[in-house]
């Protein structure tokens, strides 16, 4: 039981230790990002995408990143949940 609690633990904090890291990077490469991050961190939400429609975010990220369709994003984005499920388990 213990050992199955640090498991856990320890794989939701390298989890949130990788989504830190993909930010920062994201962040760092693009000055866009970077306000919205800075937004979010001083708690303005509202200049993010609204509601929690995927194609509406894709959307949004496509305006940011002029060469990105808004289908592949989702694609994108599925294969990146996919992937982070496969190496869970």
């Not at 390298?14 to 994201?26: E, I, P, T």
């Not at 894709?58 to 592949?72: F, R, W």
Request: proline fraction near 3%; charged fraction near 10%.
């Amino acid at each position: 039981m213990a050992s199955t609690l640090s498991r856990r633990l320890r794989d939701f904090v390298l989890s949130l230790f990788s989504l830190g890291f993909v930010l920062a990077c994201l962040g760092m490469l693009n000055e866009s990002v970077r306000a919205y991050l800075t937004d979010a961190l001083h708690g303005d939400f509202s200049a993010l995408a609204p509601g929690s429609h995927a194609h509406a975010i894709a959307k949004h990220i496509a305006g940011m990143v002029p060469s990105l369709h808004p289908t592949l994003a989702i694609f994108a984005a599925a294969a990146l949940a996919l992937t982070i499920i496969m190496f869970r388990v």
